[in-house]
């Protein structure tokens, strides 16, 4: 995984990064990720929620529910709904 000095870039930038990085690869891979386990799908959550900690400087523990809507970020699961 990526990992990025988050003070160097804006909000703006950080969202790009994710969207080139990670959301790429789980848009590749949406249609095998949403047959596969619950557990290997909360995997690529848990991925998904740290990259939000990390961009906002969130501590390990704090709630990213509402920071997914504000970056305009899809869950993995949201995502697969929305793509079959």
Known sequence: MLFVKCHFF???TLR????A???SVISFGI?????TTIKNMYSILKVQKQTIRIT?????YDS???HFTKLGIMTVYSFYIYII
Do not use: C, W
């Open 56 to 60: 906002l400087h969130l501590e390990q």
């Open 16 to 19: 790009i990064i994710y969207f």
């Open 31 to 35: 249609s095998l990720y949403g047959a």
């Open 64 to 66: 990213v529910k509402e």
């Open 21 to 23: 990085y990670i959301h």
């Open 10 to 12: 804006n909000l703006e």
